[in-house]
């Protein structure tokens, strides 16, 4: 949670590219909604996350705050798939296999591909709820990020009322709630922290003092284990 807050400030910091993972599983759940299908139907939308050309770059001109563009068949669909009626649904998308498989296979191409720099960036800070764990399980530092779900709740409330989508809190905390309760249990992929990521605990820390605790795990990360000899 403020993961892409963080990871943003983060990759900005140490001239990586940003990613985030999240945005592609919104992107096949809008595009399910936008063209009628039902999300139910797992070979519907499967087809849908092996077929659509996704594309998650940078901000570029835009000056909406946004942390990068989302782009499907280039159509620009950034802020479209962070509507209440893709948050309720994207659940359900991101529980089916073939999606999982598709996309997965799509973030594990880029990951790798940047992953000792390219196109003028430095590295990739990847950025979602199976990255360490299914994803890069090879990534050199892993952080999983822990906030209580009120604060998780709030910042989501108050990023809604900034583009105008003013929505009942209670209603904000009970998707939320029910996101998590869903992405958790499900059979694949399940939330949970890779058994050698960094937990850091978010409660009371500014974003920047979370970059820092993380660019300083990372510079301990770089450091040979044994000391070169003299
Ligand atoms: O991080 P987010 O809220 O944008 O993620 C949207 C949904 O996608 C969320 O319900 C969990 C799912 N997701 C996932 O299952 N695996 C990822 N790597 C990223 C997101």
Known sequence: SGKSTVGFALAARLNYLFFDTGAMYRVVTWAGLDAGVDLHDPAAIGLLAETLDIAILPAGEAQDDRHLTVLVDGQDVTWAIRSPLVDQNVSIVAA?????AALSQHQRQIGVRYARGHAG???IVMVGRDIGTVVLPDAPLKIYLDAPIVERAHRRFLELERRGKQTPFAQVLADMRERDRID???AIAPLRPADDAQIISTAGLSV?????RIVALAEMDTQPAT???L
């Not at 089916?96 to 999982?100: C, E, G, S």
């Not at 920047?208 to 820092?212: C, H, K, N, P």
């Open 96 to 100: 089916m296999p073939r999606v999982r």
């Open 184 to 186: 958790s249990q499900r």
């Open 227 to 229: 000391p070169y000899p």
């Open 121 to 123: 960036m430095a590295g």
């Open 208 to 212: 920047q003092e979370i970059v820092a």
